[in-house]
């Protein structure tokens, strides 16, 4: 069963950075997607960054410009680097990789808290 183990998270005011990791127990050639999605309290989980195994990424609007996903192969880790953080960003990070063959996994999640 592929794993995929998360960190970074933490406590950060405003404005500052954070750079979660999440590194995968399986070689990541055989990924589709990559990608971080976060769930604030009593907000439905959403895509905040994702990155296809041909390198091409995408962001929600709202980290657009702030957020920067990239992959490391050799690694087998897929990082979010976050800047400009606002207290909205708050919320648990999920990592999740679609792989080749149609099956998906999650991580267990990492809290980011941006204080005002």
């Known amino acids: 069963q592929v794993q995929l183990v998360e960190s970074g998270g933490g406590l950060v005011q405003a404005g500052g950075s954070l750079r979660l990791s999440c590194a995968a127990t399986?070689?990541?050639?055989?990924?589709?997607?990559m990608a971080w999605y976060r769930q604030a309290p009593e907000k439905q989980r959403e895509l905040v960054a994702g990155i296809t195994n041909a390198g091409s990424t995408n962001y929600a609007d709202s980290v657009k410009g702030r957020f920067t996903i990239s992959r490391d192969n050799a690694k087998n880790t897929v990082r979010l680097q976050m800047n400009s953080l606002k207290p909205e960003d708050t919320g648990i990070y999920y990592c999740?990789?679609?792989?080749?063959?149609?099956?998906?996994?999650w991580g267990q999640g990492t809290q980011v808290t941006v204080s005002s």
């Open positions: 399986r070689n990541i050639f055989s990924s589709v997607v």
């Open positions: 999740h990789v679609l792989w080749s063959g149609g099956f998906e996994s």
